[in-house]
C-alpha cells in the first residue's frame, strides 16, 4: 500500500520490498526502521481498474468495515463492539439521508458469532435503504458499483488510498467510544478534510459532499499518486519464481 511510507510506525525487515513509484521509496527509506536489501517499483496494483459503465442505478454511498475475522483477532481499535459503532452511525446516517442508498461492504464472514453484533445487524437490515453487498454480489459486479458510487465513507483501510486515486470523495471514520483518532496523527495525505471524529463532523462531512455532488465540483487530488507512467510489472510470475526457489 502506497500510504506506509508516510506512516513512520510501520517497519520491514525484507529482501525485496515492491513499492508504487519512487516517490514511495524516497519515504521508506527514511524510516530508519526499515530494513530493505532491495526496492522495486511495480506501479498501481488497485484491483478496481476495470471498466465500467455508467450506470445511474448503481451510485450508492459505500460504506467499508474493518473488522476482525473471529474473537481472537480483536484489537483495542478493531474489535466487535467498535463496529457496531460504526454501524449504528450509519444507521444514523440512513435515517438523516433516507434518499440515498447506504451499500455496506462488509469484512465479516460470520456475522452470528456476536450478539450485540447481530442485533446491530438485524437493525440495519430493518432500513430500506441499507442494503449489505453480499445481497447484491449476484446481481452486480463490484467493480461496477464501486467506479459509479462517488461517495465513500471507510474505516481506516486501503479502500483510503484507493478513492482518492480514483478521486472519489472519500470520509473516514477515524474515532470511536475509546479513542478520538488512529490514522490522522501518523499519516499525512495532506487532505486533513477526509478524516471526521465524531458523528456531527460525519454528518456535516457526508451534507457536504451530497452538496458538491449537485453543483459536480470536486477538488482532484493527485499529489500522492505521482507515477503516471504505466507499469505492465507481472509481479505474480516474479513471486512464484521466488517461491520455487525458497522450496
Not at 519512487?22 to 488497485?46: A, D, E, H
Not at 474489535?79 to 444507521?91: E, G, T
Not at 437493525?123 to 459509479?148: A, G, P, Q, T, V
Amino acid at each position: 500500500r502506497f500510504v506506509h511510507s508516510k506512516w513512520k510506525i510501520y517497519s520491514n525487515i525484507v529482501d525485496i520490498f515492491y513499492a508504487m513509484d519512487n516517490y514511495s521509496i524516497k519515504n521508506f527509506k527514511k524510516n530508519k526502521y526499515n530494513l530493505v536489501k532491495n526496492y522495486k517499483v511495480i506501479g498501481n496494483q488497485f484491483v478496481f481498474a476495470k471498466k465500467a459503465k455508467k450506470n445511474k442505478n448503481l451510485d450508492f454511498i459505500l460504506c467499508f468495515d474493518y473488522s476482525p475475522s473471529n474473537i481472537n483477532e480483536q484489537m483495542i481499535d478493531v474489535s466487535f463492539k467498535n463496529q457496531v459503532n460504526f454501524y449504528s452511525d450509519i444507521y444514523k446516517l440512513s435515517k438523516i439521508y433516507d434518499k440515498k442508498i447506504f451499500l455496506i461492504k462488509s469484512k465479516f464472514k460470520n456475522i452470528y458469532q456476536d450478539d450485540l453484533l447481530f442485533k446491530m445487524y438485524k437493525k440495519l437490515l430493518s432500513r430500506k435503504n441499507i442494503k449489505f453487498f453480499h445481497s447484491f454480489k449476484n446481481k452486480f459486479d463490484f467493480n461496477e458499483i464501486y467506479k459509479n458510487s462517488k461517495i465513500i465513507i471507510t474505516k481506516p483501510s486501503s479502500i483510503v488510498d484507493i478513492s482518492l486515486f480514483y478521486k472519489k470523495d472519500v470520509i473516514v471514520h477515524d474515532y470511536e467510544s475509546n479513542f478520538k483518532t488512529l490514522q490522522k496523527n501518523h499519516i499525512n495525505y495532506d487532505r486533513k478534510e477526509i478524516f471526521v471524529n465524531s458523528f456531527n463532523d460525519l454528518n456535516l462531512r457526508l451534507k457536504k459532499n451530497l452538496h458538491k455532488l449537485k453543483k459536480n465540483h470536486f477538488k482532484k487530488n493527485n499529489k500522492f499518486y505521482f507515477y503516471k507512467k504505466k507499469i505492465n510489472y507481472d509481479i505474480t510470475k516474479e513471486l512464484i519464481s521466488i517461491e520455487k526457489n525458497l522450496k
